[in-house]
């Protein structure tokens, strides 16, 4: 057999691995809403893209995931994912899919944009912060367009809140740097332990004045609009 051809180098191949759906109540009205709404191998294939666009380059980007499988059952929460290097396991509650009824296609495509970038974000041998870990996954839900309307950038007391706080405050860091600055973030977690000191290396700042510059800005945008 020859060779396969080679790939276009104007359009980055990723590598996207095999999807599995497991239902496991098909009587639950959950399940009658997802099948209806979702389109489970393009939605998970558009997360696996969306991971790969927003922290890797074609060059970077692991290959070590074979297998995604979604499992949808009942349960309290919303969803959370887990597996070995090769093979992930995202479970997704029935319960939120019938929660989320109103929007429900944005709502679960978003909360599979996030769960799939756990699958392949670096997480510092352990060691990085959950709130890091968390905005990471939102930034790239936030990029890919799944805005949920209850999010906004708010600020606080901890630049690692985690979510949509984070994400949005990870977002400003990406807009003043240039593309690529949450890319480096993610690059640093890789095969090392956590040190505060990747946002100076990325950013040219410490995190902590970096959220102090951010939270200010944000307070004079919303004085501006009255807000405040
Ligand atoms: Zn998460």
Redesign the pocket.
């Known amino acids: 057999m020859p060779p396969p051809a080679q790939q276009s180098n104007s359009l980055p191949h990723w590598n996207i691995p095999n999807f599995v759906l497991r239902v496991e109540d098909l009587d639950h009205e959950g399940a009658t809403i997802f099948l209806d709404n979702v389109k489970p191998k393009e939605a998970l294939k558009l997360a696996v893209e969306a991971s790969y666009t927003w922290l890797y380059t074609p060059l970077t980007a692991p290959k070590h995931v074979k297998t995604i499988t979604l499992v949808l059952r009942s349960f309290d929460g919303v969803?959370?994912?887990f597996g070995t290097h090769v093979d992930k396991e995202i479970h997704l509650s029935l319960d939120y899919v019938v929660g989320s009824a109103p929007r429900v296609k944005d709502e679960i495509e978003g909360v599979l944009v996030?769960?799939v970038?756990?699958c392949y974000q670096y997480n510092a041998l352990n060691t990085c912060p959950g709130g890091l870990?968390?905005g990471i996954?939102d930034f790239v839900r936030l990029n890919a367009g799944y805005v949920p309307p209850h999010w906004k950038p708010t600020g606080g007391d901890k630049w690692d809140k985690g979510?949509d706080t984070t994400a949005y405050f990870l977002n400003w860091i990406e807009r003043r740097c240039g593309r690529g600055a949450v890319r480096r973030l993610n690059a640093f977690l890789k095969d090392r332990k956590y040190d505060t000191k990747i946002f100076l290396a990325v950013a040219g700042d410490s995190v902590d004045v970096l959220w102090n510059t951010y939270c200010q800005e944000l307070k004079e945008q919303y004085e501006q609009k009255g807000l405040v």
Request: glycine fraction near 0%; proline fraction near 0%; avoid cysteine.
């Open positions: 969803a959370y994912t996030h769960e970038v756990h870990i968390e996954a979510y």
